[in-house]
């Protein structure tokens, strides 16, 4: 976008980032219907019976992980963005 703009081409630089968000939607949600069907062909298969057989540590662990996975990533971003409102002078 910041290259369209220092072409004047401003224009060009929206459609590019809707045609970028609109690609983007959709691998995500593409992504999104495979897990669905994968789980569903895994639960005709009888292949969903297995967290049984993990030690109750290995449960939690598996049900807290991406909840803890997004929090590490909210922190880094958080971290990132006020790193650079301090290197631009811009105090909070």
Known sequence: MLGAIALDRVSFGLFLVVAFSL?????L????????????????LHLG?????????????????????????TMVGLLITLKAFSEAGIGL
């Open 23 to 27: 690609g983007l939607a959709g691998t």
């Open 29 to 44: 949600t593409a992504i999104g219907l495979l897990f669905v069907g994968a789980r569903s062909v895994s639960e005709r």
């Open 49 to 73: 019976g297995r967290l049984g057989r993990l030690s109750p540590l290995a449960v939690r662990v598996a049900q807290v992980a991406p909840v803890g996975s997004a929090l590490v990533i």
